[in-house]
């Protein structure tokens, strides 16, 4: 593993120019622009390679000429069996039938993501040099040089990103091909021209990679993961709120059990999905750049009088940390999964109703239904994004001997683990915008099930000493039916004190709710408050 320091580049707040959203205007919705749209910096076509026909007629063809590649030469009216990038053809559904819910990670997490941050990294990297009093050989550089090596962060666009792509099918090396780019666009700077061999001075692929993957993870987080999340939780709190003290059956082990209430039962993942969140956030997101293998051998040599090591505090950084934050995703979704399921049985059991839209359909053949579409979404993203999350954090502390690019491949796919998250957490507030409580069903359940009595009555009977209390009551419900009537007439031939055997008669199981309106108010309510601070 490499030794190497941390970059002030990660440290505190980011600027401006780190946000890619302002240079990711040019990409636009695939699926609302039409092929070769003009408002694309480039053909739709370009972005895959083309292959004869010959290859694509083996696969799926058929003699009515009615196979998929036959119905695309006739819809795109070409002799061709290319079928060019669009919601239709995305390989992923994230780049296609889902990309509207998840194209505000495009900026950070895609190709083009991972070119401006390493140009960021690259930029701040020859600025840190020319500070460097000991690099004689780059001057600090006047405000006018800083200004266009900035305009070259700000003003970074899908264009640009496209002539780095150009030079990286000639270099068949991505990193080199943003250090050809940055050199390209310095030549016409004097001051800068005449040190453009300190772009990338030192350093290996991997110092600028693990920097621009860590500011990549942290801006993602923080612009797009983090806000989804904190209105998921609210959204939740605001469900444990308004329905506190509504009364419902629990149901341990599939079995009606001492009753809750929902507003309770919601404040618990609200907390449980907090936790998790400032977990989430509280890991340290790390980089090193110390050279090939982190002892700084290329730099000694070329400065040895420079202390490197002390250019940032030193530690280790064998991707350590993302395995941490993925683990840590994953366990959050996880809980979200539990969520997910719970109310999909709530609802199947009657005790939400689903608001519906007109001219939404819920079943193709059975008009009376409205599935739970939402919640089987979200439920189904968390699964796809934990499977992607958990290869990501199992694989990266991994690395043969000093270096490997077994990472390099692995680390494309970290968009692919965010985005199923955050498709899983709008696809689960907009479960919970549609709920709606049934509070008749709520009713009609618990004045069905008075056998959930049995257990406070034997708990107030071994308090004054009858004795077996438990196996009475054992006898009483256990495989009978248990009514209003069966619980009063035992209660009414119990020697009891008279106020406790008046508090019994009283207890109905819509009032046997212990104290789940205080919990699902003030007293797990406070541990969201610190959420505001994320």
Known sequence: MELGA?????????????????????????????????????PLSSAIPRRGCGSCEAIGNDSTGNSPVEKGKKMSGQHSCDFELSSLTALSPLDGRYWDKVKDLAPYLSEYGLIYYRVVVEIKWLLKLSEMPQVLEVPRFSKDAKSYLQRLIDGFTMNDALEVKDIERVTNHDVKAVEYFLKQKCQSHPEVAKVLEFFHFACTSEDINNLAHALMLKEALKS????????????????????????????????????????????????RLSREMRDISQVEIMGKFAGAVGNYNAHLVAYPHIKW?????????????????????????????????????????????????????????????????????????????????????????????????????VLRNVGEGLGHSLLAYRSALQGISKLQVNEAALFEDLDQSWEVLAEPIQTVMRRYGIPEP???L??????????????????????LPVEAKSKLLDLTPHTYTGAAAELAGRYLMKQLLKLEEI
């Open 309 to 409: 090591l002390q250019i940032a505090e030193e530690f280790i950084e064998p991707h350590d940390y993302m395995a941490k934050l993925f683990h840590t995703i994953i366990q959050f979704n996880t809980i979200l999964t539990d969520f997910d399921r719970d109310m999909w049985g709530y609802i199947s059991l009657g005790y939400f109703k689903q608001i519906t839209k007109p001219g939404e359909i819920g079943s193709s053949t059975m008009p009376h239904k409205v599935n739970p579409i939402d919640f089987e979404n979200s439920e189904g993203n968390l699964g796809k994004a934990n499977a992607s999350l958990s290869h990501l954090s199992i694989k990266l502390p991994i690395s043969r001997w000093q270096r490997d690019l077994t990472d390099s491949t």
């Open 470 to 472: 438990y196996e009475k």
């Open 474 to 495: 054992k006898e009483l419900t256990r495989g009978r039916a248990v009514t209003k009537e069966t619980i009063r007439e035992f209660i009414e031939g119990l020697e």
């Open 6 to 42: 941390s970059s002030r580049v990660l440290n505190g707040s980011q600027p401006s120019y780190l946000n890619p959203r302002t240079r990711f205007h040019l990409l636009r919705d695939l699926s609302n622009s039409p092929h070769h749209s003009s408002n694309l910096p480039f």
């Open 224 to 271: 797009v993961i983090f806000p989804v999340t904190k209105e998921l939780i609210m959204a939740m709190r605001d469900m444990a709120t308004a329905y506190a003290h509504i009364p419902m059956l629990s149901r341990t082990h599939g079995q009606p059990a001492s009753p809750t209430t929902i507003g309770k039962e919601i404040a618990i993942f609200a907390v």
